[in-house]
């Protein structure tokens, strides 16, 4: 009765209907032919569109690195721009297969909401942009500050804290969108722009006067940034928790998209696994052994990735600071391959 | 009794059809009562036996609801609805035993008719025939909706319920009018802070756009061409640009052309504008300013004695009186008159707080933000070109007899617009007024777009922090509906009051 | 009266034919006299008179410079809209012209640009014909644009790999050609619905009475913008799990709902305008409820409405600029985003973009007003009383 009824709003919306079989994301994804992925609306080296509306970024990088795993295809994989407000429920809804929407893990989220965070991608933290004229040198100077952010974000909820908890009285001036916070703050709106560091760096860019702005040396908050996926598909959640180990072990083992291929005939068993040359790990999670050959070979390994689009030669310059590999300063870490 | 005598005659031809009708709407009925009971219990309840078992529960929750008054009002309504709204497939069951007692009564009832007619003939049989299909149709969707959303809700850990407007709300709100509101109070608070500023926001808007609007709309009339083209013009751009894109170039015109918080414009040293908005300086009332409140008070008073006494003078008399001059006097002179002795005696009852640049902003006084005056703006001047078109239509509806009966008795210009037209154009312009008005309050949703908080605006924040879409929806979207009735409710009573009685 | 005429001893003077009529007060006639008495009858009128000039003057006077004079019309990137020696530039037509195909269809791939514009040929050429009064076959005209045209549209929209057609996703679609969607698929899904609510509750059968009041009552009780959230996020909790929604026909889903409890009320007024003769009439000549609806009333009814649907087509059309908020790319949002774009972010941008757009906006609605008033001077036949 359920699939006649859905047939027969198929039949009345075909445009716009899809409907996939319940047997588990893995299927789905291959039966379509592509990974739908969600992504934001536009934060520059994380995920945005150019005018042609190609996308590319940090987070975009990372599901075509999905893609290449399941289909050894980067370009296997179509982007749902979502708004803040809209990400958890088209994830919960099926709308898209995986979110890397520089999404903050947290407890709530990843318990109360339905979803698994598969890991960090991101290290970061909130921060401040002030205007250099205002002779700001610290956070705590800005009692009585209105201050713009994002609604339906942990920034907001950050910033009342951090405020409160140091007594300073301020205004919120809270936009739905990204854009218009970067806007009302370019107008004067606000004295402060606050959200994650890196954002700050990205949204800089569409200043009128980029080097008018300082960002205050205070970080206010974790925001370890992962990609996500539904509760209750175990397998698909490992892919996609592997698809990112993957590639910080091979920026760890040294592996990279120009060396991947004489790193086939590599003796070091670790790369061995990696590549596929031992093991049956890729079809221990239902994809093929060469899985993270293709990630490597045609998105790169996550140092490569960030250093495409945040690093520090990107207009975002971002050096690596916390999300250098364990051995090298940062704490970006991922359990071995075996 | 004539049914039994009609009864009586009934051939055996007649009695065969009555039977066979009777047959065929039991089938009918049969039939559509399964499809009504499979489609709930496979998209609702998954089992045969589902929907009996629960009818008690459902009754007990709404009781239980309706008892357990806690964790304030709105918690407590939340909940109520909650159990409501839990009930809300079993309406369609209330509804399909209506529907089963008039099909029995139609049964039952007697029809001049041929009695060899065709039942598919039948007006009446036809009505609850479709009325059957239609409401199983409907029925079935409705459960499968809600079917599919409890489904969904529990398989994502989120049974529905509005418990989660009592938990901390952790954001802050730039205008909170009329409540206390902290960082710690509640999402309920929250929401509520935003309803203020929404109810807030559409006064003000409805005020601006009448005055806006009746000056625009009388222009139009003018017998000046220049000033009813400019009237024209103003009605055909601003009706024809969408709301949402006049929103944003107010606000851009609001935000762009002013200083920053240090350069800010002073006007006699107390009010001071900025692209932060506009401050003033705050009253601060004394105990003894309940004097002034109530000279006040007495002056309305007074004036509307007068204006009654006047009135049967002039009834009586003929004698006018100047009553408008005398009121006005009254309702302004007696205050001031109270507020100078009070201060002559016990020290001015009021004194002010003035804003001062602390920091990055003005601390202190009353502020409006700019966001409101970019949607008041962008509201009243929007809303103000339909009022306009309405206010000349009505004005034109008034026949031209009455203005020329109203210059041949001598009125004066403005006597016969007050005595003569307006009363009988108000007659026409109230009920579109009022849907304008409806118009406006729906609309200063868009606040939202400039970060202004409003219900929906608030709302939405509570909805991206909590993950609780549908409760939020539903509480948008009850609040908006019961405004909108409450105003309908009350422009029916007024239309009825002000109906023209003929003879 | 030869017989009364007497010869009088003088000759009283009279006239045998009229003197030419003496013009009239030169102040009265003419350019002048209209002056006179449309502008300056006293000095009240007069004073208004030059104040409503000056405002004309200055407002008409600063548009132009804005728009023409001082505009920039071309340039590479901000660098030729920024002030000159400190003196503000007007309109930065140069930025709308380098975002123009942006504006027009969102990310819609270059090489397949010709399948909307033809799309567009094919609709107006389906679409004048039907409005003007005079040109016949209106009957094919309508099965042709109601009929075969969505379904061509469709095909070509969105794309028909069997067809040679590549996919083109709906989230690539924006700008005017999203915004010419949501409006289209709204009106055409809206009067239909619209009908069938107003039949259903001027109905005599109470339940399709009720639940017709109802829906309208909901529809029109909320504002859309409530709606298109709903449609938004609530709609994928709706529908089975495992079907979802396109995210360009979700909001169509709400302004559609929303705009057919609107053109329902409208459709009302035109019922109840009906004299009850007509119905009866229709009764009494045995045709069936819809044969009466179909053939007597319901062309009397929209034709008595058409103004109505027009201004609430009017409305729909100004109300798809809300889909922006829930994060669609139509014809306002796109034009929002590209205002964050750093490569023109001037000061005379933002005016430029809005004037753009008002424009735009305007020359649509506007053009549908006059329409509506022609219909209505066209229709004014028979029983409008």
Redesign the interface.
Known sequence: MKKIVALALGALMTAGVATAANAGTLEDVKKKGHVQCGVSQGLPGFSNPDDKGNWTGLDVDFCRAVAAAVFGDPNKVKFTPLSAKERFTALRSGEVDLLARNTTWTMQRDTELGLNFVGVNYYDGQGFMVRKSLGVTSALQLNGAAVCTNTGTTTELNVADYFRANKMQYEVVAFEKADEVVKAYDEGRCDVYTTDRSGLAAQRLKLKNPDEHVVLPEIISKEPLGPVVRHGDDQWFDIVKWTLFAMINAEELGVTSQNVDEMKKSTNPSIRRLLGVEGKFGENIGLTNDWAYNIIKHVGNYGEVYERNVGPKTPLGLARGLNALWNKGGIMYAPPIR | MSTTTLRMQETSAEHAARTRRFWLVMALGALSFLLFFLAASSFYYKSPTGMFADLAGWLAAIGAALVNFQGGFLVWLGRLVTAVVNIAPMFSLIFFIGMGYRLWRWVQEEHPRPASANPLFDRHFRGIFSELVVFTALAAFIWWIVGNTVDNLHRLGKPPGFDFLGATAGFGINQVLFLEYAETSSYGKAILVGLINTIVLSLAGIVLATVLGFIIGIMRLSSNWVIARIAEAYVEFFRNVPLLLQIFIWYNAVLKPLPGPRQSLVVADAVFINNRGVYSPKPIFTDAWWIVVAAFVIGIVASWFIARWAHRRQMQTGQPFPVLRTALLLIFGLPLLAYGLVSLFAGPPVSFDYPELRGFNYQGGMRIIPEFIAMLMALSIYTAAFIAEIVRAGIQAVPHGQTEAALALGLTRGQKMRLVVVPQALRVIIPPLTSQYLNLTKNSSLAVAIAYPDLVAVGGIVLNQSGRELEIIALWMLIYLSLSLATSAFMNWYNAKMKLVER | MPATTKKLPWQPFHRNDMLPPKPPPPATTGVLGWLRR??F?NWW?TL??LL??W??WVVASSLIEFALIKAVWTGEDRNACLPKDGVEVGACWAYVNAKFN?FMD??Y??DQEWRYLTVYAVGIALLVPLLIPKVPWKGLNALLLFGAYPVLA?LLL?GAPSLGLPIV????WGGLLLTLVIASVGIVISLPLGIVFALGRRS?????RF?SIAFI??W???????VL??S???L???????????????P?VGVALFAAAYMAEVVRGGLQAIPKGQYEAAQALGLTYWQMMGLIILPQALKLVIPGIVNTF?GLF??T??V????LFDL?GIV??S????KW???TT??TA?LF??LV??FF??GM?RYSLFMERHLHTGHKR
């Open positions: 449309n502008l009858s009128n208004l008179t409503g000039l405002f004309i942006q969102g990310f791939p270059a469709y969105y996703e709906t989230t690539q005599q059968l109470p339940v399709i639940l009552e909901f029109r009780g909320v504002p859309l913008i409530t959230f709903m938004s996020v609530m994928p909790l709706f529908l089975p799990e495992d079907v979802t929604l396109d995210k360009v026909v979700r169509l009017i100004k109300d600029s809300l922006s908020i829930i994060g306002l929002q985003t205002l964050a774009d750093a972010s001037t000061p933002a005016p809005y757009l008002a906006y305007f609605c506007y007003s």
